[in-house]
């Protein structure tokens, strides 16, 4: 999307606003630039008349959609939040420096470099040609690379045939921090290779890539499906620990899908309780919306509210179907109480106090001068191609 298209979808997605308010009432952050709306806010943006706390707003939307469940005008409030960004990083009153880390169309970045550290890599035996594949997602096939050859051979049984494996990105990051360029031309990219390695199915485990993918796919003539759902239909059940409860943290890319009813299928076996805002309603953990990268606050709050909220439930664990999720969940109240949904698939515990050893080291010392000089250094992977 470029800044002109940007500007025609505003437009038109603000002239749908109410300015009814049932968003806001849904939101975390709206209320502090109430009495403003979504479509009152998009008409600043567009005018060049932001005030400061509307300023302020805009990278701090965790781009949750969980105001869009509320709104009876289904306005694409999210939508609109990423072309205020693209258009404010144009104008240069955000500064896409900021978000660098997780420039996924540079050579180094957060996931590249823990890589490189690590020597993470694709078996040589999942490189060969088959007609599917697995997208594990940046986070799980980072922070849950031991769990990946069980689920490969897990997915060979439930597919009959053997399932390549996809350690690419899906873009997201870019699309979220508004570079919106940059991120049409990674998708290019990546929707090249996947057409060009024959993939007739892309099985993701992530829900932000399912929600990135899925529609490019229809339109590439590549079915993108859930990995939950190939489980769940092939009656595949976490085996159940005695006297262990469970309560979903359903992520909010699955929100409007049927992924929340394909892992609780899964989890079957486990005594299950709800947190109060679950399913379509659910509360973001605190990872989404590129906002730790803005501002580290306000995804502590988000995961604070939330690991609170699941400690009501009395549950024993927290369970996700997304790493990024996990981890962020993890690091808050809910320390130790976190798991996978394929952790319980498998049979097999992350070690995170391991992991986040490890992403410590990654920049302390002589290890972290040299990737923050990598990093700061770092550029586009279409230069090497």
Not at 177 to 197: C, N, Q
Not at 301 to 310: G, L, N, P
Request: glycine share 8%; proline share 4%.
């Amino acid at each position: 999307m470029m800044t002109g298209d940007a500007r025609e979808m505003m437009r038109a997605e603000a002239a749908k606003c109410l300015d009814c308010g049932a968003c806001t009432a849904t939101c975390d952050i709206l209320p502090a630039i109430d009495p403003v709306r979504p479509g009152s806010l998009a008409r600043q943006v567009l005018a060049g008349e932001l005030g400061t706390r509307e300023e302020w707003f805009i990278p701090r939307c965790a781009l949750c959609r969980r105001c869009e469940t509320a709104c009876p005008a289904h306005v694409r409030i999210a939508d609109m939040v990423v072309a205020m960004r693209s258009l404010l990083i144009a104008e240069g009153r955000i500064d896409a420096e900021r978000y660098r880390a997780m420039w996924v169309d540079y050579d180094w970045n957060a996931i590249s470099l823990f890589r490189d550290a690590y020597a993470l890599g694709v078996p040589p035996e999942r490189v060969a040609s088959s007609p599917l594949a697995l997208m594990p997602g940046c986070s799980l096939f980072n922070e849950g690379y031991e769990l990946l050859p069980a689920l490969m051979r897990l997915l060979d049984e439930v597919c009959g045939a053997k399932v390549a494996l996809l350690d690419d990105c899906c873009g997201m990051p870019l699309a979220e921090m508004g570079l919106l360029a940059r991120y049409e031309r990674f998708a290019d990219e990546l929707w090249e290779r996947i057409t060009s390695a024959g993939y007739e199915e892309v099985m993701v485990a992530c829900p932000n890539c399912l929600a990135q993918l899925k529609s490019r796919g229809e339109a590439e003539g590549v079915r993108v499906t859930s990995v939950y759902e190939h489980l769940a239909r092939a009656g595949v059940k976490a085996p159940a620990r005695p006297g262990v409860t469970v309560s979903v943290h359903d992520s909010c890319p699955a929100r409007g899908t049927s992924q929340g009813a394909w892992v609780r299928e899964i989890l079957s076996g486990y005594d299950l309780k709800e947190m109060e805002c679950c399913g379509d309603k659910s509360r973001c953990c605190g990872s989404g919306g590129a906002v730790s990268l803005f501002d580290f606050t306000m995804r502590e709050v988000r995961a604070h509210r939330r690991a609170e909220e699941f400690a009501r439930t009395g549950a024993d664990w927290c369970v996700c179907a997304c790493m990024s999720s996990c981890s962020t969940l993890d690091a808050s109240l809910a320390h130790g109480r976190v798991r996978h949904v394929l952790e319980l698939v498998v049979d097999q515990e992350i070690d995170r106090e391991e992991c986040g050893r490890k992403l410590d080291l990654m920049w302390r010392g002589d290890q972290g001068a040299r990737n923050e000089f990598r990093l700061a250094h770092s550029r586009p992977l279409s230069e090497e191609r």
